[in-house]
């Protein structure tokens, strides 16, 4: 993808505090209209290369350019970017409404919109109570008004999903399908790595700093590839009969084993093996299988 079309475009960007290599030398594009899950363990780097690209980090080399400018360059920001970086930075004395009534001003907007948002993320009963009595997945809700109030074209979410309930997972992965169907862009961070699958279309993996992968989710999870559960204690053969075959392996923290084939090449494999492996079960390879086969590689060195 060529930089200029890029909504956010990162480039050879570094973070160091003092010795901590918090992002080094990290580059990536999101395009315009797709969701990209920023994913990475704790630590890995992610929330400091947000607050880089949102222009409250200053990067110790590289670039991170938001719809063609650093950030502290937009005009009218709150209009084109919405940030949810902190889910839990509000005046806990102020009212969910007045919260959204202080940045309704600088986003170009008034108190019909505030209305309107409040109960777009179903905050309507609890408007006028003070903050500081939010559950979790309130704040969560008011920092996604917050970040819409400008009808920005672009959303910067960490970890927006935290602490919703599952009717607000379910509502939040619909809002931003819809949002990115209409043309928005979104880049969210999150460890919940099920409810990403669902809901991403690009995948940005970071560890210890460093970029791991970067793609569309679909080449990731391709199909030729899978995951087997093996009967207790039938691993090894089964890690055998995989080997003999010719097909690539790894094991799984879990004692289940990624395959480098398809279903049907793996069956054909164990078959081959014998009675052994019966009672291996085969799975389709998934976006927490892939997080931890990759990280675990970058540790060692070999990141694909
Ligand atoms: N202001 C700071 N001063 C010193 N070290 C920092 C600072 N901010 C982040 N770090 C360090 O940089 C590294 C990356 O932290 P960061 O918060 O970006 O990770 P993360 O991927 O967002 O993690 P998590 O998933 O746990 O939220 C960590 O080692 C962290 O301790």
Redesign the pocket.
Known sequence: MAHQQAVIAVRGLSKH?GG?R?VDDVSFDVGRGRIAGFL?P???????TLRALLGLVRPTAGSALVLGEPYGKLRGPLRRAGVSLDGNAFVPGRTGRAHLLCYAGPAGTGKRRVGELLSLVDLEGAADRPVGGYSTGMRQRLSLAAALLGEPELLVLDEPSNGLDPDGIIWLRTFLKEFAGSGGTVLLSS?LLGEMQRTIDDVVLVDHGRLVHSGPLEELLHPDQCVLAPEQGAGEKVAAALAEAGTEHRPLPDGRLWAGAGADRVRAALEEAGEAVYGTRREPCGLEEMFVLLTRAAEKGDAR
């Open positions: 505090f901590i918090a990475g704790n630590g890995a780097g992610k929330t400091t460890h």
